[in-house]
């Protein structure tokens, strides 16, 4: 059982939005701006998309949106791409030196 | 750039030991933090702990205390993870990832991980 409480698919078509949330507690998603985003494709290691709470790195498109509230972190993607269908990770810093993961969320693109 | 290369399979007997190792290149070793991940076939991640290169400070996750030892080669920029008493539950994908430490001792870091190294397959099997 993880950590940090993610849907475990979601879905949509080519050109839609989906959401995919991220549940913790106040010690974790809940604590700071400590929530980031990691996408998965098979086979591949994770990819970081998001940064404290809503930073995106360079490269990542700003279809990929993210915001918090309260203990629960959200990841939008709008405008799907066939390339996003893949595996999406939230992660939360938590104590000192300690991290939570969610359980992952499988995107389909249809 | 920055780049962290994972050693090869493994192969291994319950009950026995594995070391996989992270070498780094493109920054100086200190300057980020190690952690290891894991993820077991078809299921999520799993971070497994921490560690400081400059002063081989760790922080394992507890349910793997007294069965894991990550250390540090800072002559080779190297990270290493070490796991005991293997059981086929072990067997995963084990990545390591890098953490920017604001100063040598990581006292103050980016809680997050840009760089990651291409995992190690390891299958514990009889």
């Known amino acids: 059982q993880s950590a940090l409480t993610q849907p475990r698919s979601v879905s949509g078509s080519p050109g839609q939005s989906v959401t995919i949330s991220c549940t913790g507690t106040s010690n974790d998603v809940g604590g700071g701006s400590y929530v980031s985003w990691y996408q998965q494709h098979p086979g591949k290691a994770p990819k970081l998309i998001i940064y404290d709470v809503v930073k995106r790195p360079s490269g990542v498109p700003d279809r990929f949106s993210a915001f918090k509230s309260g203990n629960t972190a959200s990841l939008t993607i709008s405008g799907l791409q066939a390339d996003d269908e893949a595996d999406y990770y939230c992660c939360s810093y938590g104590a000192r030196y300690t991290w939570v993961l969610g359980g992952g969320t499988k995107l389909t693109v249809l | 750039q920055v780049q962290l290369l994972q050693s090869g399979a493994e192969v291994q007997k319950p009950g026995t030991s594995v070391k996989v190792s992270c070498k780094a290149s493109?920054?100086?070793?200190?300057?980020?933090?190690i952690i290891w991940m894991r993820q077991a076939p078809g299921q999520e991640l799993e971070w497994m702990g921490w560690?400081?290169?400059?002063?081989?400070?760790?922080n394992y996750a507890q349910k793997l205390q007294g069965r894991i030892t990550m250390t540090t080669d800072t002559s080779t920029s190297t990270a290493y993870m070490e796991l005991r008493s293997l059981t086929p539950d072990d067997t995963a994908v084990y990545y390591c990832?890098?953490?920017?430490?604001?100063?040598?001792?990581?006292?103050?870091?980016?809680?997050?991980?840009?760089?990651w190294g291409q995992g190690t397959l390891l299958t514990v099997s009889s």
């Open positions: 493109g920054y100086t070793f200190i300057n980020y933090g």
């Open positions: 560690i400081t290169p400059y002063n081989g400070y760790t």
């Open positions: 990832a890098a953490a920017f430490c604001f100063s040598a001792t990581c006292s103050s870091i980016k809680t997050y991980f840009e760089h």
